[in-house]
């Protein structure tokens, strides 16, 4: 959706396929692709321990996982220090920058809809316990 406008696909088109949102949602939604962001965007440039620090629920092995796959992605730049001993430091890129206004306007939605999702939840599972 642009504005209010809906893009439509040709009758018969895989919606798996015709969904252009659904590529932006496996590279920017997986599990720990969001904390990441946000704490790459709003603490600055960040070696790996402190990335980890911040991220107390995540393994070693899948934040190294994660942040391959950001830079590979261009949403990360990794920074190698040749020094002894060696330091590697990840900031967010420009890419990654770009969607904050995404964030921003998920953030609002949910401020504004997530008691009434519960609700719903809420309801649903009350009319199915009967």
Wanted: glycine fraction near 4%; proline fraction near 8%; aromatic fraction near 6%.
């Amino acid at each position: 959706m642009t504005g209010n406008v809906m893009r439509t696909a040709p009758a018969g088109t895989d919606p798996e396929l015709a969904c252009p949102v659904g590529p932006v949602v496996d590279i920017v939604f997986s599990r720990w692709t969001t904390p990441i962001l946000w704490s790459l965007h709003t603490h600055g440039r960040q070696r790996f321990v402190e990335l980890e620090r911040r991220i107390t629920r995540i393994t070693p092995k899948v934040l190294t996982q994660r942040l391959r796959q950001l830079e590979r992605d261009g949403l990360v730049v990794r920074t190698y220090h040749p020094e002894v001993p060696p330091r590697v430091e990840y900031e967010i890129s420009e890419l990654g920058r770009s969607l904050a206004p995404l964030f921003a306007h998920l953030t609002e939605w949910a401020a504004e809809n997530l008691a009434k999702v519960e609700r719903a939840r809420d309801d649903y599972d009350t009319a199915s316990a009967r």
